[in-house]
């Protein structure tokens, strides 16, 4: 387990004894008592909305400090001055990451009304190029889903889109085991569970906006707002439009995921920040030092 290798390595790095602790475990048990009990200062947790309301509630009896990085709903913005092919491509294959079992996944492809059958056709295209099976197989694009459970659940949603009026682009498939190929809805409008609820699966549903407002507001229109990104010719454009999104950390136009940047949500995407300087922070109290000095000037420091 990645968990135990981690403890070697601190182990064998002579960290402390006392310094890193890991306790097995899963959540209603180990993970209830870690996050109510007095000893713990902080709780910092990635999973569900569901269970980061229960990490909440736990942590709440000790007024204890928490950090929650949930789900989320990410949208990719296309713009109608961007590089349609590239923006299509780099968002399918996003979504697509880990069969789609990523918080981060864009999962929601927002395209100019007017070039919607292109974006279509370039998703069709894209996504039948991608190689479900065995993922130690060197030519596999997607693997399994983590559970039967997940399998039934991403299957459901897809069911559901269809009765709400999604049109299917490229179907569901059913295969054999745990896979589940990729697939693409259009014409999904945000009264959708395909629009509103995180499927965790390689499901990508693609909405038209009429202009950079309406895609602002069809990107907001959902409770979530944990990543995302904006493809426009024009940086200058696609930073004015992201900054509008009620999202933790935007990509321009292809830019790189940035592990030093700081990442987490807004709304009930979490609360707090993972990475960077600001992720340090959330693990320290500040102390301010008082000294009777001359003019009653004081001094802080962080503890």
Request: proline share 6%; aromatic share 6%.
């Amino acid at each position: 387990m990645h968990a135990a290798h981690l403890a070697r390595l601190a182990e064998w790095s002579e960290l402390p004894p006392g310094v890193l602790n890991i306790v097995f475990g899963d959540g209603p048990n180990v993970g209830s008592a870690l996050a109510s009990s007095p000893l713990t200062d902080l709780v910092s947790f990635t999973g569900s909305v569901r269970a980061g309301r229960s990490v909440a509630v736990a942590a709440a009896a000790n007024l204890t400090r928490e950090h929650l990085e949930l789900g989320g709903k990410s949208a990719s913005l296309v713009l109608d001055d961007a590089d349609l092919p590239q923006a299509v491509a780099a968002s399918v294959g996003q979504a697509l990451f880990n069969s789609g079992q990523a918080c981060l996944q864009w999962s929601r492809l927002i395209v100019p009304r007017r070039l919607v059958r292109e974006a279509e056709e370039l998703a069709r295209t894209v996504t039948a190029t991608y190689v479900v099976g065995d993922p130690a197989a060197p030519d596999t694009d997607l693997g399994p889903l983590i559970s039967a459970g997940a399998k039934a659940r991403v299957a459901r949603a897809c069911a559901r889109g269809v009765a709400q009026g999604a049109r299917a682009v490229v179907p569901p498939r059913d295969m054999d085991g745990l896979y589940f190929a990729p697939t693409v809805f259009s014409d999904v409008t945000m009264d959708m569970d395909l629009a509103q609820e995180e499927i965790f699966g390689p499901v990508i549903s693609i909405t038209t906006h009429d202009g950079d407002d309406d895609a602002v507001r069809l990107a907001n229109s959902t409770r979530y707002g944990l990543h995302g990104s904006v493809w426009s010719s024009s940086d200058e454009r696609a930073t004015s439009v992201a900054r509008r999104v009620r999202a933790g950390q935007l990509e321009i136009s292809g830019a790189p995921f940035n592990s030093v940047a700081p990442f987490g949500g807004f709304k009930e995407s979490g609360i707090g920040r993972e990475c960077g300087p600001e992720g340090i922070d959330a693990f320290c109290e500040l102390q301010a030092l008082h000294y009777p000095v001359a003019g009653g000037r004081s001094v802080r420091a962080k503890a």
